[in-house]
């Protein structure tokens, strides 16, 4: 059989190029067989964690197959070539209005919304920022006041992006700081790092933290009456990345969104709850005049006057197709009993945790997700270790530290996505049960981990978990291979 025969007729397995390693760092020499260079990636890819098991992500996991279909479909455009694919553009401006008028912008039966979509709430985020910016800069100028100390006011359970705005784009970060009672923004702890540098208030509708809904109506009464008295504009960003795409449909009396005037832009993930896989958001403005026309390019080298003010030029079409497709074929009744289901399995997640007398509930049922913490008076081990246990049985359930200042308060999460049903939610209970049953063994022979529940030496926490491997498997080499490793004995 010729090199070639061989390459393309025998088995997958068989064909030599199995028998070698495939290049890291440089491109190979030879090109193979597409089912073979398959195969290879799939064999890889089976390595990485289950999605359908990943608790710790709010992302979108599960799409039916004509959404797919339209993704892929979809990818083959370039989004940002409107001339040629106008009709992809007029998806993208009805998914804009659709969600504006979710969130109640103020709009004529017949007017355009002002918004566009981006690589999730991210860029939309920046966006918003620097529409903040811009728009609290002109103001100063106009007053003939400086301009060059802008700050932004928000808690410090904010995702990470919006340390990104501010350290890329030179805003002041002032971060209200959280505690174990409280693990959100409130109108008393943003009023007092208030002042007239301040480009505005993100208040956040479902925390990563725990899912917590921010008083966004609280805070917005708040800063009415520190506006007037202080003869002001501050206007607030709303932070909906999770919950914008789950409040309007569960809780549609809730007051947070553009029914408030000082709401001036919102951001929402569609690959979130608007249940779109990765990655697709929604920055929307209130009025075409909260967003400063500096902010918009005009160019035409790819057909016609084109307005852009995104930070991605080229950019596949097939998410944003597909957003449109959920929210057409879904309409509102379609996204409330999602989330209603979603609503049931998480408090019968709840219900089964609490049963188990070791945790604190620390979420407040806003939105489809368990957030719990261990009770103050458990020092045997951590959630770091139950993350460890649960993810032997494939469950991805992060263990993460909450930014308290005064205590090590640490929190796992568990979204309850459309594809966690029931039957799931059994199986998860029981396997924290387990690995409970697991540590709680371990831990009469071992006696509590010195370092309890406040991990400050990440070695000296690792070293430990391996000690406590090697003791209840009998393997004392490892536990001096351990020593000698890591060098914490």
């Not at 604190?360 to 368990?370: E, N, R």
């Amino acid at each position: 059989m010729n090199d070639q025969a061989h390459r393309t007729k025998v088995p997958v397995y068989a064909n030599k190029i199995m028998s070698a390693s495939i290049p890291y760092y440089e491109i190979p020499e030879d090109s193979m067989a597409p089912r073979i260079a398959h195969q290879v990636i799939i064999d890889e890819m089976n390595l990485d964690g289950n999605p359908m098991l990943n608790m710790a992500s709010f992302v979108c996991t599960y799409m039916d197959e004509y959404g797919e279909d339209l993704i892929l479909k979809g990818s083959r455009k370039n989004f940002i070539d409107l001339d040629e694919y106008a009709i992809t553009y007029s998806m993208q401006m009805r998914c804009v209005n659709m969600i504006a008028r979710l969130f109640n912008a103020p709009l004529s039966a017949k007017e355009e919304a002002t918004g566009t979509s981006c690589i999730g709430s991210s860029e939309a985020i920046m966006l918003a920022g620097l529409a903040l910016k811009w728009k609290w800069r002109e103001r100063r100028r106009k007053a003939g006041l400086s301009y060059d100390k802008p700050n932004l006011v928000m808690g410090s359970n904010v995702q990470v992006c919006w340390h990104k705005f501010c350290m890329y784009f030179d805003v002041e970060r002032r971060e209200s700081p959280m505690s174990t009672d409280c693990l959100v923004l409130t109108p008393e702890r943003a009023k007092p790092l208030l002042d007239e540098n301040t480009i505005g208030i993100c208040i956040i509708l479902g925390s990563t933290y725990n899912g917590e809904f921010e008083d966004v109506k609280g805070i917005h009464e708040m800063l009415e009456e520190y506006n007037k008295e202080h003869n002001l504009e501050i206007p607030i960003h709303v932070d909906a990345a999770s919950g914008g795409f789950i409040a309007p449909f569960l809780n549609p009396d809730l007051v947070w969104d553009f029914r408030l005037p000082l709401v001036k832009s919102i951001n929402t993930s569609g690959h979130k709850f608007g249940l779109v896989y990765p990655g697709v958001g929604w920055a929307l403005w209130r009025e075409r005049k909260d967003l400063p026309d500096d902010l918009i390019f005009h160019v035409n080298y790819l057909g016609g006057d084109q307005a852009t003010f995104t930070f991605n030029f080229s950019k596949p079409a097939g998410q944003i197709v597909a957003q449109y497709y959920q929210l057409i074929r879904l309409g509102k009744s379609g996204y409330r009993s999602i989330l209603e289901t979603g609503m049931k399995n998480a408090e019968y997640l709840r219900d089964g945790l609490r049963e188990m007398g070791l945790f604190d509930i620390v979420d407040k049922a806003h939105m489809p997700l368990v957030a719990f913490s261990l009770k103050d008076n458990h020092a045997k081990y951590s959630l770091f270790d139950v993350q460890d246990r649960l993810k032997a049985c494939g469950w991805i359930v992060p263990a993460y530290r909450c930014p308290i200042e005064s205590k090590e308060f640490i929190v796992s999460r568990v979204v309850v996505k459309q594809n966690m049903t029931r039957h799931m939610c059994d199986m998860l209970i029981k396997d924290v049960k387990n690995a409970i049953s697991s540590l709680e063994e371990e831990t009469k022979l071992m006696g509590p981990t010195p370092t309890s529940t406040a991990y400050t030496d990440e070695k000296a926490h690792h070293f430990w978990q391996l000690i406590s491997k090697a003791i209840v498997k009998g393997d004392i080499g490892h536990r001096f291979r351990a020593e000698r490793t890591h060098g914490v004995c």
